[in-house]
């Protein structure tokens, strides 16, 4: 396809991508739906056409996001809709030809490893940023909500708004970024899904179910789990949150083994529908548990795997 026409698709994108997320800032009686959809477009661009297209779009509807709301709301789009684009974008197409010919292509559990990194580089730059609040990030955090709910809960009396601050200030730092990369997986999947029905997918669609990590996440998980445990102040707090995005990929293993498992039984949909009914009624705790399950399908398949050596799981 000439390049002019690639360019063409990744304005279009981009623009497309900046009004899903105005969407939100403008209003829309659908905007938070609308919003956690922009990554969508710049996905598909990236997983179609390549990074350098994906970085056009991000150019492009950064720019657009800055001469409507301003250049706060740019930095915001470029981190919530161009950043992780681009890390699938520029992971995703990797590939590599074996020895007997095949076309082995990078896995999706590496790339799902490159989005948490990034979550957790993004999490540590906001504890930079709030390290200097008089009583460290933690004040800083419960200080940030407590603004937030003078402003759309202006009426809730005092008690309700300090136990609503004390609930949410612990780990509110995590559901953050874990929104944010939850975000990112279901739009790259979408994206994913969506060019294979069109025809236009360069990789073919993965198998979700042979989702494998490599080693980094679950040291690290162990790390920050010991240093939120053992560690106070803002090394604890912070360690904690970092901690709980790390259980996000080995929620996806978790539930890669479940669909594995319910594929070889008659009542696989009754059984997806339960494991997904009880993630939406009671995510926290079910989210744990789908982790664990994770966890124990990681170690068992890390003992048995051979190591490639082909230098594509950095």
């Given at each position: 396809?000439?390049?002019?026409?690639?360019?063409?698709?990744?304005?279009a994108?981009?623009?497309?991508a900046?009004?899903?997320?105005?969407?939100?800032?403008?209003?829309f009686?659908s905007?938070?739906?609308?919003?956690?959809?922009?990554?969508?477009?710049?996905?598909?661009?990236?997983l179609?056409?390549?990074?350098?297209?994906?970085?056009?779009?991000?150019?492009?509807?950064?720019?657009?996001?800055?001469?409507?709301?301003?250049?706060?709301?740019?930095?915001?789009?470029?981190?919530?809709?161009?950043?992780?684009?681009?890390?699938?974008?520029?992971?995703?197409?990797?590939?590599?030809?074996?020895?007997?010919?095949?076309?082995?292509?990078?896995?999706?559990?590496?790339?799902?490893?490159?989005?948490?990194?990034?979550?957790?580089?993004?999490?540590?730059?906001?504890?930079?940023?709030m390290?200097?609040?008089?009583?460290?990030?933690r004040?800083?955090?419960?200080?940030?909500?407590?603004?937030?709910?003078?402003?759309?809960?202006?009426?809730?009396?005092?008690?309700?708004?300090a136990?609503?601050?004390?609930?949410?200030?612990?780990?509110?730092?995590a559901?953050?970024?874990?929104?944010?990369?939850?975000?990112?997986v279901?739009?790259?999947?979408?994206?994913?899904?969506?060019?294979?029905?069109?025809?236009?997918?360069?990789?073919?669609?993965?198998?979700?179910?042979?989702?494998?990590?490599?080693?980094?996440?679950?040291?690290?998980?162990?790390?920050?789990?010991?240093?939120?445990?053992?560690?106070?102040?803002?090394?604890?707090?912070?360690?904690?949150?970092?901690?709980?995005?790390?259980?996000?990929?080995?929620?996806?293993?978790?539930?890669?083994?479940?669909?594995?498992?319910?594929?070889?039984?008659?009542?696989?949909?009754?059984i997806?529908?339960?494991?997904?009914?009880?993630?939406?009624?009671?995510?926290?705790?079910?989210?744990?548990i789908?982790?664990l399950?994770?966890?124990?399908?990681?170690?068992?398949?890390?003992?048995?795997?051979?190591?490639?050596?082909?230098g594509?799981?950095?």
């Amino acid at each position: 396809m000439p390049a002019s026409r690639r360019f063409g698709f990744a304005i279009a994108a981009g623009l497309t991508a900046s009004l899903l997320f105005l969407s939100l800032a403008k209003g829309f009686g659908s905007g938070i739906v609308l919003s956690y959809l922009a990554p969508l477009p710049m996905m598909m661009i990236g997983l179609w056409a390549g990074a350098a297209a994906t970085l056009v779009a991000a150019v492009v509807g950064a720019a657009a996001v800055a001469g409507t709301v301003g250049g706060v709301s740019a930095l915001l789009f470029l981190v919530a809709t161009a950043l992780p684009a681009l890390v699938v974008a520029n992971r995703s197409l990797l590939w590599r030809e074996n020895q007997d010919g095949s076309i082995e292509w990078y896995p999706p559990g590496f790339v799902l490893a490159w989005l948490t990194a990034v979550g957790l580089a993004l999490l540590l730059c906001g504890a930079a940023l709030m390290a200097d609040h008089p009583d460290g990030v933690r004040g800083f955090v419960a200080e940030m909500i407590g603004k937030a709910l003078d402003l759309i809960a202006a009426e809730l009396p005092p008690d309700r708004r300090a136990d609503a601050v004390t609930w949410w200030t612990p780990l509110f730092p995590a559901m953050t970024v874990v929104s944010w990369l939850l975000m990112a997986v279901a739009n790259a999947c979408g994206a994913q899904a969506l060019l294979v029905r069109m025809g236009k997918n360069h990789r073919p669609k993965p198998a979700y179910r042979e989702l494998m990590l490599p080693d980094w996440p679950a040291a690290a998980l162990a790390v920050t789990g010991l240093l939120g445990v053992a560690a106070g102040g803002d090394v604890g707090f912070v360690a904690a949150n970092l901690a709980v995005v790390l259980l996000v990929p080995f929620v996806f293993m978790g539930l890669a083994g479940i669909h594995r498992f319910a594929a070889t039984k008659p009542q696989s949909r009754l059984i997806l529908g339960l494991v997904y009914g009880l993630l939406i009624l009671a995510f926290g705790w079910a989210a744990i548990i789908v982790a664990l399950i994770g966890l124990v399908r990681f170690w068992r398949l890390r003992f048995r795997r051979p190591s490639s050596g082909g230098g594509m799981e950095g």
